[in-house]
């Protein structure tokens, strides 16, 4: 999906369910990692984070849109947009948008732990480790996984 489709989708669920036109830019974000999206109220744009474009997150998608285009829509009609205002919190339930950012893993990335046997050092990594084959950097004894 590209910016001027992601636009394009914006504004519809601008009009499906806030029955209101989204008037702003749109802008892809690749740096994002646990912000699924942003509103900026000085210009109105929104940015979206780019992991959510893939087509197996069209769900987490839509639920970020809305999520911004609460922010937006209760700016411009200056009304509570913030997060903890009480305006906020029954719009974004009314129309279904996302809480918080969708868990898809991408704060995930260490998914083992490792510990020396030995000296308890302790090992991150994102694949197993063949513990026949590797041995504590420091001490050269065994490891044993943790999680
Ligand atoms: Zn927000
Ligand atoms: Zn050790």
Same mark, same amino acid.
């Given at each position: 999906?590209? @910016?001027? +489709?992601?636009?394009?989708?914006?504004?519809?669920?601008?009009? +499906?369910?806030?029955?209101?036109?989204?008037?702003?830019?749109?802008?892809?974000?690749?740096?994002?990692?646990?912000?699924?999206?942003?509103?900026?109220? $000085? /210009? *109105?744009?929104? @940015?979206?984070?780019?992991?959510?474009?893939?087509? +197996?997150?069209?769900?987490?998608?839509?639920?970020?849109? &809305? *999520?911004?285009?609460?922010?937006?829509?209760?700016?411009?009609?200056?009304?509570?947009?913030?997060?903890?205002?009480?305006?906020?919190?029954?719009?974004? $339930?009314?129309?279904?948008?996302?809480?918080?950012?969708? /868990?898809?893993?991408?704060?995930? &990335?260490?998914?083992?732990?490792?510990? %020396?046997?030995? %000296?308890?050092?302790?090992?991150?990594?994102? #694949? $197993?480790?063949?513990?026949? #084959?590797?041995? %504590?950097?420091? %001490?050269?004894?065994?490891?044993?996984?943790?999680?």
């Amino acid at each position: 999906m590209n @910016e001027i +489709e992601l636009l394009n989708l914006i504004q519809k669920i601008s009009l +499906e369910s806030f029955d209101y036109p989204f008037i702003g830019q749109v802008k892809i974000n690749y740096r994002f990692k646990t912000t699924g999206g942003r509103y900026h109220l $000085r /210009d *109105h744009h929104i @940015e979206i984070n780019a992991h959510f474009l893939k087509k +197996e997150y069209r769900q987490d998608l839509v639920g970020i849109i &809305k *999520h911004e285009l609460c922010h937006y829509y209760l700016h411009v009609h200056h009304m509570g947009y913030k997060h903890q205002n009480r305006d906020f919190k029954i719009l974004l $339930r009314n129309v279904g948008g996302s809480r918080y950012t969708p /868990d898809i893993g991408l704060t995930r &990335k260490k998914k083992y732990t490792y510990q %020396c046997t030995n %000296c308890q050092k302790l090992y991150y990594r994102v #694949k $197993r480790i063949n513990l026949k #084959k590797y041995v %504590c950097g420091k %001490c050269r004894h065994k490891l044993v996984l943790l999680k």
